[in-house]
């Protein structure tokens, strides 16, 4: 079976993200985003605030009573998670700077901090998370798991699971993922950059962040290639005191 390879250039979750959205990323629908939407639910913020919403699949699984908020700096994502929630939506910021302090009762990032390139803007986007969040308000950051990047899960696999060599202590690396959408015969391969778990964890308490809770996640056992031993995301759960 022959799959349509869609090569991304760097920038293409500001300029051509709609050929992300377009696919069905089993993954994120049956595992990742019911997860975090668990959680956020559980918490019952009256605030909440999706940091790089993307189209706003996640958020649309939430409690329809929670007041909802987005940032992203991809102007096609924005428009998507805008008519896919429309009411819904109290807010909707297009800068960081613009972001409210001492707001949000649960801060989410999903899949956000694999996109970013250099530690100036990885610090920037964690102070950003910490500055919203309202005293004692919970911030949940979802990644793809930076211990396992060498293996193959349900719908997507990285360049480290062919031939490109794994250098788990090379911070910012970057490295292509593939996405395959069996139900419509495409794939899609885009850069993401490697930073390891304790860069991350370090950065949230440097930061100001208490980390709480940390979730490692199993794949998609609904898909027959699902990976049985490694999981493909973690998530890390931290307040705000």
């Given at each position: ?11 293409f979750w500001i300029n051509n993200s709609t050929d992300y959205t377009e696919l069905l990323h089993t993954s ?184 709480e809770n940390i979730i490692e996640t199993e794949d998609d056992k609904s898909v027959s290639g699902f990976n ?14």
């Open positions: 079976m022959v799959l349509k390879k869609l090569e991304m250039e760097k920038d994120l629908k049956n595992v990742l985003h019911p997860m975090t939407v668990k959680i956020i639910n559980d918490t019952k913020p009256k605030k909440y605030l999706d940091y790089g919403c993307g189209d706003g699949r996640m958020t649309e699984m939430i409690d329809k009573e929670i007041p909802i908020s987005l940032f992203d700096i991809s102007e096609e994502m924005l428009e998507q998670a805008e008519k896919r929630l429309g009411n819904r939506i109290e807010s909707v910021y297009r800068n960081i700077n613009d972001i409210p302090s001492n707001t949000f009762d649960v801060v989410v990032s999903s899949l956000v901090f694999v996109c970013i390139d250099n530690d100036k803007d990885f610090t920037t986007a964690m102070q950003a998370i910490l500055n919203a969040l309202a005293i004692n308000g919970k911030a949940v950051i979802a990644l793809t798991h930076p211990c396992f990047r060498q293996y193959s899960y349900s719908d997507y696999f990285t360049a480290y699971t062919n031939d490109k060599p794994f250098d788990y202590h090379k911070e910012g690396e970057p490295f292509e993922v593939t996405i395959h959408d069996e139900t419509k015969k495409l794939s899609v391969t885009f850069t993401d950059y490697h930073w390891t778990l304790s860069y991350t964890i370090n950065k949230m308490i440097q930061t100001g962040l208490n980390i049985k031993q490694f999981p493909p995301f973690i998530i890390l759960i931290a307040n705000k005191k």
